[in-house]
């Protein structure tokens, strides 16, 4: 190419001008990310006292801090409420319900404390509730509802949610405190700077001038120096505060983790926008499951199904020739006290089978066909066990009377026998079913809590005594109940006085504490 040299000719581009690269904008921080940061931060702060609260008031309080189990729950879902009204969260149509629930226990607490038998489910069932109510009220709850999910629900409150934001906290705290630094920074200016160091050099030259002003003028007076010593003298502390002084510390060191897993939940749930577990993933999960084959399927359900049947037909065989004779007291005894929560175990077998055929199975469980068929069967046999074991509790019941753990008894019993009813409606309509009893599960275990199941059962007791159906007083039953409340206890012995009892029974009634001063009842 031949090149023109003349001026204002064209030259050629050898290369062309650089591009630069853009700028990449840094990622926002987790501080910058948060809406409304006051908001946060008023969180934050709420979820320290929280912490403190059931660290020292709930967890290591004593049986006069009962009140704090119906105020906790009533705190934390103001608290919570406004959190998510602040952040315009809205929950699952069912989160008041459940929040009425936990309520309910709370109350129960309250008026009852902690029932004898139930003290245990008490406690898991308060814990759950207020977990899963967080879950419906944030919207994390894997389908929006409560249905088959429900052990993914639990798995998503008790540990991804709290656990995976554990140090959510401590993180956002670290960005207010870091933005508030930058702040400050960026705002000072050299006479700024220059005033604070007059400042610290002043007060530093003040605290050396008063030290050896004190020292000189201490030895001048015994009057002022005595004084001054008893202020500026090591506070002596006594057994007693050194032990409560250590207490609260340890106290407050156990309060950090509880408060920060409580915000991890709480937090955790509103910075997300789906929940951890969903329920099409769950299912997609378990889509690459291996599939159980129909046949297999069937031939399970079918060797049960042959071995409840063999087990019903012993029993029918075992009582027909009772039919119309008069049984012995221990042949009814044996009757009622064998087997009952057998019984139970084999209807909780019968729900997992159930569970694995609608998770597990390579044909829907509701399908028409001979697997339909096999599952009707299946839970009818499960209704037939729950029928007989409610025989076996209710004639246990009236051979020897009420126990709040017959009571509580009778609770799971009615549990599973609504469980089977709506399993095999479900097999023939989709209804949901597993919404239901989880429903039916929550709202009758926090009634049965406001219940005074104790003085139920006393007053059973001292009327099978005064018919003559109970021989002798159940000192476990009555003893117990009478420390637990001084109620009772009043009630008890007005009764038991005004009754005729064995010589023994009178001995030891008399060597009561609990029924000392107590006047003698009507006979």
């Not at 009425?100 to 709370?106: D, E, K, R």
């Not at 378990?286 to 037909?313: H, I, S, W």
């Not at 095999?424 to 209804?431: A, G, N, S």
Request: glycine share 10%.
């Amino acid at each position: 190419m031949e090149m023109s040299k003349k001026e204002g000719a064209p030259r050629p581009l050898y290369s062309p001008a650089p591009i630069l690269p853009e700028k990449a904008e840094p990622a926002p921080t987790l501080w910058q990310a948060l809406p409304r940061r006051r908001v946060w931060l008023a969180a934050l702060a709420a979820s320290y006292a929280a912490g403190w609260f059931y660290v020292r008031v709930l967890a290591l309080g004593s049986e006069q801090d009962q009140w704090a189990w119906a105020a906790f729950p009533v705190l934390f879902v103001a608290g919570v409420e406004a959190f998510a009204r602040a952040l315009g969260r809205r929950g699952a149509v069912a989160a008041p319900f459940w929040a009425v629930c936990w309520l309910l226990q709370g109350a129960a607490m309250l008026l009852y404390g902690l029932h004898s038998e139930l003290a245990l489910w008490q406690l898991l069932a308060w814990h759950l509730t207020a977990v899963y109510w967080v879950l419906a009220r944030t919207g994390m709850q894997a389908a929006g509802r409560a249905n088959a999910m429900l052990a993914a629900d639990g798995i998503a409150g008790l540990f991804t949610l709290p656990w995976s934001d554990i140090a959510l906290r401590t993180r956002i705290l670290a960005g207010a405190l870091g933005a508030w630094r930058r702040g400050r920074a960026q705002r000072r200016t050299p006479q700024a700077r220059r005033r604070r160091q007059e400042l610290a050099a002043g007060i530093l030259l003040a605290l050396a001038l008063g030290g050896y002003a004190l020292a000189e003028l201490s030895a001048a007076d015994t009057a002022f120096g005595a004084f001054i010593g008893r202020w500026l003298r090591w506070p002596q502390l006594s057994d007693r505060q050194f032990a409560r002084l250590v207490g609260d510390i340890f106290t407050l060191l156990l309060s950090l983790p509880v408060g920060a897993w409580l915000f991890g939940l709480v937090g955790g749930a509103l910075r997300r926008t789906r929940p951890p577990l969903a329920e099409g993933d769950v299912y997609r999960a378990l889509g690459r499951a291996p599939r159980l084959p129909a046949l297999t399927g069937q031939l399970a359900v079918g060797g049960l199904c042959a071995v409840y049947a063999l087990f019903f037909a012993v029993q029918v065989a075992e009582f027909l020739p009772a039919l119309g004779a008069p049984l012995a007291p221990q042949q009814v005894s044996r009757f009622a006290v064998e087997g009952f929560w057998q019984l139970c175990r084999i209807l909780l077998l019968d729900f997992a089978v159930l569970a694995a055929v609608h998770f597990f199975g390579a044909r829907p469980a509701d399908a028409p066909g001979r697997q339909r068929a096999g599952l009707c069967v299946f839970g009818a046999f499960g209704l037939a066990f729950a029928a007989l074991a409610a025989a076996k509790l209710g004639l246990y019941i009236h051979l020897y009377g009420l126990t709040p753990r017959r009571v509580l008894s009778a609770w799971v019993l009615g549990v599973l026998g609504l469980g089977c009813v709506l399993a095999l409606v479900r097999l023939f309509r989709r209804i949901p079913a597993v919404r239901v009893l989880a429903a039916a599960l929550a709202l009758s275990f926090s009634l049965l809590c406001c219940a005074d199941i104790e003085r139920a059962c006393l007053r059973d007791h001292l009327a099978r005594l005064e018919t003559g159906r109970a021989e002798t007083v159940d000192w476990d039953l009555v003893g117990n109940f009478a420390y637990m409340r001084g109620d009772l206890a009043e009630e008890a012995a007005r009764a038991l006085k005004g009754m005729e009892l064995a010589p023994s029974d009178a001995a030891r009634l008399a060597g009561e504490p609990w029924a000392e001063g107590v006047p003698a009842g009507q006979p």
